[in-house]
């Protein structure tokens, strides 16, 4: 009975299992036709019901696998609408859908970009929507790919941004960035769609405008999330950087507020937006970062998407009924024989006919048909059970075939998406090859233009030979050309490279795309062959199960069905796959082509390369023999040059030309000069034989400056005494004969290396010394005194603070090894302090330099510059005593630090000489101020330098007395054990202490105002003109330029010091 019970629901599953492959099969005919219904080229929005059914078609079968199989379908190049309608979708689908749905549409990331390049170059309304659709979707892609926490519908709490956000401020910073760049992309969509309505007669009521205004909840649902997102953001990083880093941050911030605010409302008065969802307001006033309180009274926007009370209306064409399957309660007939209940009278008195009745018999005998019946009817069950379970077991594996046909029919529409997309870029490489073609015939151009332009240098050749003075003239154009065909071998050399390149990276592509054609062409050919394998077992199978049982035969029908549906799609694969291979073969027979031709243009190019480098080696050979020709040119006329001077000291002619012995220190140094040029033009030709300029230039410089040197030493010998005259006339010839051989020595290559212009030098010098032995005695004395004098105290003083400096350097290293503790410590400030100081002066020596040239350039005219210092000699002597007294203020000042840092000097010492050195420096910028422009800005460097020069002596000052103080041991004053007597005892005696030191401090200071008095007196400047001015110096802060005597300037004078004020000693008794 139990079993006979349990049929119906056994019966039920066996038909549920037979329709798993009808149901799929409904399934992917609902998603295709709601698709296909919600992606139309018609100007309508999207009905809310097809987009429903698609994200619970995503949710079924856990991604988007159906939805971009079908999508990709659609001609989205074609038609603008279709393309937008079609983002819109995936929008809904990435905010609602699966889970598994963002790594579906990551894979289709490019045909997302290539779709909205496509749009955004068309001039269409639709198209620039589409354009800003697809990089809003992509952004959206990358930001919740690179985040996975954070889910596409951007439904996260506060805890998950700050566990994507973390504990680095650089990735808060980065984040933070990602969503600025999001929420732009979302709001340009939307400005652009609603200034698209506003300058368009569509109006949110009529279906054009809705078309357009749908994608916008979707915009609305992410930027208030993004919105809130950025806030808290915003708020974190400014707590952890300072306000001015985050100004960009800010200033972003407040545009995206606004225009998000705007749009917000914008959409809150349209009418379509009002009956969907319910659009949250923004405050007034963004919030204030810069207050972290502001973080309490943001409040998140949220967005209501109110519900749909009427029901959804469905469409006779659109909803298809569900099979259902209903299987009810099926009686069970008792085919148990109920016992016979025996008679009372048979009971009681026995059967009749003595127990042999028929009835007896024949209950017999139907009880033994029951039991036959039964254990037929148990045979049955269990062969039915067997049957079931064997269709079962088929069933699954065929859908498990089924899966893999269709997982395989799909791979094989990538891969032929893949072959397509290789074909493309197999197309651009042979553009990309027509190029290359391109730029081989420009370089052959060149190279023609090269050859015309040698043609045109073998024109002017003939043209060089004529004079000297022609070869002169055109060498630098000889240089010029040169360095043009230079400039075109260089050229040439990186065509041959790039082609080079080129070829080989088209030969790698193609073996390697070869390669892995061969390769996916194996793999499907295997797999079919196991799939017809599996095939002809199943089909063994199918005619085993035919011949159990007759009472199957429905169920075998429906799998012979399968079968020639499967039949048919190996079919359908067989021919993808042979035009795949056929594909493949035109594609690699192209590609044979294109290698075949890349190798022969190639080789012909490389032999037209070998021409142009032979014709190039051709080009300069024979530049070499010209620049050498040009070159002996040139020596053999200064040879002419030299020999025709040379001739002049013996004519006797010449004994009549005298000349000055200034004029002739003036040629010998104008020779050396020329020496030096022709030695480094000698040098650069052995380096580059193709350019001879500099040192043909150089020659015929250098020829005639010789030539010049031995005509006037030859005529100053005239006027000499004898034995000058004698030493003058053979330097002259020993000069001429040196010369001569030098010009030999250039004529011929095999000399060329070694000859050197330094034994020309050396006579030369010998003449010098001899005209300036010849020179009249004292005559620029004056002139050496005033001019050069300023420029040596100058250069003695920057030498003096540059030995201070390494001075102090070698007592801080000495220091730090003798001492340690508090002393190192006072002694490394003061040195530092010290060498600070010595830094700003050496900038206020340079400034004071730069100021003195200025002035000396200003105000000399066509004077020379010792004519200038001669005519203000106050002025100048100025400058040179207080250039001294800078140079020993800083060597004192090193003499008081060594003293201090070993213990044996005074911090006074070293208090007094940063007075000194102040004072010295005041002096030195009021002599440079007297002259200067008031407006220069030399002067004002100067000024600048002064005032650190006294805010770094300052420094020296405090740090000496810091650490005198700190070194100092300060006895505490304990007076509990003293009477009364003996205290008024201590109280006199420091009274007179005070007294003693009083008159002391009185009397040195008397004394120092004699010593500066007398200090004046030295000076020149009487005691009755210091508060005067003079005729070169308006301030009294340079006495020393007050000197009656400015031809003997004074030496090592010591500066003015300033007046200290007379303050009144400290009262330390009250």
């Known amino acids: 009975m139990n079993s006979i019970r349990q049929v119906p629901s056994k019966v039920k599953t066996r038909r549920t299992e037979a329709n798993l492959g009808a149901e799929r099969e409904h399934f992917d005919k609902q998603q295709l036709s709601s698709i296909s219904k919600a992606i139309t080229s018609a100007e309508t929005p999207v009905k809310e019901k097809h987009a429903r059914r698609i994200i619970l078609g995503t949710h079924r079968e856990k991604g988007a696998f159906t939805f971009w199989s079908y999508a990709l379908g659609f001609p989205l190049a074609g038609s603008s609408i279709l393309s937008w309608k079609f983002c819109h979708v995936l929008h809904k689908i990435l905010r609602d859908g699966h889970r598994n749905v963002l790594q579906d549409c990551i894979r289709h990331h490019s045909s997302l970009v290539e779709i909205g390049k496509l749009w955004g170059n068309l001039h269409d309304k639709y198209g620039q929507l589409v354009a800003l659709y697809t990089r809003l979707l992509c952004t959206k892609l990358e930001f919740h790919s690179k985040h996975s926490d954070i889910p596409p519908n951007l439904e996260a709490s506060d805890e998950v941004l700050e566990r994507t956000a973390g504990t680095d401020i650089n990735n808060v910073f980065q984040l933070t960035v990602e969503v600025f760049d999001y929420l732009d992309a979302e709001l340009r969509l939307a400005e652009t769609v609603i200034r698209?309505?506003?300058?368009?007669?569509?109006?949110?009521?009529?279906?054009?405008g809705q078309c357009r205004l749908s994608p916008l909840i979707q915009v609305i649902q992410d930027c208030s999330h993004l919105y809130h997102f950025t806030v808290k953001l915003l708020f974190k990083l400014h707590a952890c950087l300072p306000a001015d880093t985050l100004q960009g941050h800010r200033d972003r911030f407040h545009d995206q507020f606004h225009s998000l605010k705007t749009f917000f409302n914008k959409a809150r008065d349209m009418l379509y937006f009002k009956r969907l969802i319910q659009i949250p307001?923004?405050?007034?006033?963004?919030?204030?970062?810069?207050?972290?309180?502001?973080?309490?009274?943001?409040?998140?926007?949220?967005?209501?998407?109110p519900d749909e009370d009427e029901p959804e209306q469905l469409d006779d064409d659109d909803d298809d009924p569900e099979p259902l399957i209903e299987v009810g309660d099926v009686p069970t007939s008792s085919l148990q024989a109920q016992p016979l209940q025996p008679d009372i009278f048979d009971q009681t008195f026995g059967p009749p006919n003595g127990g042999f009745d028929d009835r007896d018999l024949q209950i017999e005998r139907l009880k033994q048909e029951l039991e036959m019946l039964r254990a037929e009817l148990e045979r049955v069950k269990a062969e039915a059970q067997r049957y079931i379970t064997q269709l079962k077991s088929q069933i699954n594996s065929l859908e498990a075939e089924l899966e893999e046909q269709r997982a395989l029919k799909q791979r094989a529409l990538v891969e032929n998406e893949q072959l397509r997309m290789e074909l493309e870029a197999t197309r651009r490489r042979n553009a990309e090859h027509e190029g290359v073609q391109t730029t081989f015939i420009e370089a052959e151009k060149r190279a023609q233009a090269t050859e015309q332009r040698y043609n045109k240098l073998k024109e002017k050749h003939t043209e060089l030979v004529a004079s000297h003075a022609e070869l002169l003239r055109k060498s630098a154009d000889t240089v010029k050309m040169l360095s043009a065909t230079q400039q075109t071998q260089e050229e040439?050399?990186?065509?041959?490279?790039?082609?080079?390149?080129?070829?080989?990276?088209?030969?790698?592509?193609?073996?390697?795309?070869?390669?892995e054609q061969k390769f996916e062409m194996e793999k499907l050919r295997r797999a079919l062959e196991e799939k017809v394998a599996e095939m002809l077992r199943i089909k063994g199978t199918l005619q085993s199960s035919e011949q159990t049982s007759e009472q199957m035969n429905s169920s075998m029908t429906a799998l012979q069905a399968e079968k020639e549906r499967l039949m048919r799609s190996v079919s359908e694969k067989e021919a993808e796959l042979s035009s795949l291979r056929q594909a493949t073969q035109v594609q690699q027979s192209s590609l044979q082509q294109e290698r075949d031709k890349s190798s022969r243009e190639v080789g012909e190019l490389q032999g037209k390369l070998q021409e142009k480098i032979s014709r190039e080696e051709q080009l300069k050979q024979r530049l070499l023999e010209e620049q050498f020709a040009l070159l002996q040119g040139t020596v053999a006329e200064a040879e002419s040059i030299i020999e025709d001077a040379a001739a002049k000291i013996d004519d006797p002619l010449h004994i009549r030309c005298t000349s000055s012995p200034d004029y002739l220190i003036s040629r010998a140094e104008a020779t050396l000069g020329s020496i030096d040029k022709v030695k480094?033009?000698?040098?650069?030709?052995?380096?580059?034989?193709?350019?001879?300029?500099?040192?043909v230039r150089s020659l015929t410089q250098f020829s005639h400056l010789t030539a010049d040197t031995i005509i006037n030493g030859s005529a100053t010998a005239h006027m000499a005494p004898t034995d000058h005259a004698d030493r003058l006339t053979e330097n002259c010839r020993g000069c001429a004969t040196e010369t001569l051989q030098f010009l030999r020595d250039l004529k011929s290559k095999m000399s060329l290396q070694r000859a050197d212009p330094a034994a020309i030098r050396i006579i030369v010098q010998k003449i010098l010394h001899l005209g300036q032995e010849l020179r009249p005695k004292g005559m620029d004395i004056r002139q050496d005194e005033l001019g050069d004098l300023v420029d040596k105290e100058m250069a003695a003083t920057s030498a003096a603070i540059e030995e201070a400096v390494r001075r102090i350097d070698e007592m801080m290293n000495q220091a730090r090894k003798d001492t340690s503790g508090i002393k190192l410590e006072v002694n490394e400030r003061i040195l530092n302090s010290c060498t600070d100081l010595m830094k700003a002066i050496r900038m206020l020596i340079v400034s004071s330099t730069n100021l003195q040239k200025e002035i000396v350039e200003s105000g000399r005219g066509a004077a020379t510059m010792k004519e200038f210092y001669a005519k203000n000699s106050r002025w100048t002597e100025g400058l040179i005593s207080a250039a001294k007294a800078v140079g020993w203020g800083a060597t004192e000042m090193v003499e008081s630090a060594d003293k201090v840092v070993l213990h044996t000097g005074k911090y006074e010492e070293l208090i007094v000489c940063s007075h000194e050195i102040a004072a010295s420096t005041a002096q030195l910028v009021a002599a440079s101020k007297v002259k200067a422009d008031r407006h220069s800005k030399k002067l004002t460097t100067l000024q600048q330098a002064s005032r650190l020069v006294n805010e770094m002596a300052g420094k020296v000052v405090a740090s000496t007395r810091t650490g005198q103080e700190n070194l100092e041991e300060k006895d505490t004053m304990d007076f509990s054990g003293m009477s009364l007597i003996k205290l008024r005892k201590e109280e006199m005696e420091s009274q007179v202490k005070v007294l003693e030191l009083e008159s002391q401090l009185d009397g040195e200071r008397q004394r120092l105002g004699e010593l500066r008095k007398k200090h004046y007196d030295l000076a020149g400047v009487p005691?009755?003109?210091?508060?005067?001015?003079?005729?070169?110096?308006?301030s009294p802060a340079h006495p020393a330029s007050m000197s009656p005597k400015p031809s003997?300037?004074?030496?090592?004078?010591?500066?003015?010091?300033a007046q200290k004020p007379n303050l009144q000693p400290k009262n330390m008794f009250r």
């Open 196 to 208: 698209q309505l506003n300058t368009s007669i569509a109006i949110s009521t009529l279906t054009s």
């Open 281 to 305: 307001k923004l405050p007034d006033s963004p919030p204030n970062f810069l207050h972290a309180s502001s973080l309490a009274k943001h409040v998140k926007p949220v967005v209501v998407i």
């Open 492 to 515: 040439v050399e990186r065509t041959k490279l790039q082609l080079s390149f080129e070829v080989d990276r088209i030969k790698q592509e193609a073996d390697m795309k070869l390669e």
């Open 680 to 695: 480094k033009g000698h040098a650069d030709f052995l380096g580059n034989m193709g350019d001879a300029g500099a040192l």
């Open 1023 to 1034: 005691h009755e003109q210091l508060s005067d001015g003079n005729e070169e110096a308006s």
């Open 1048 to 1057: 003997k300037p004074a030496i090592m004078r010591k500066p003015a010091l």
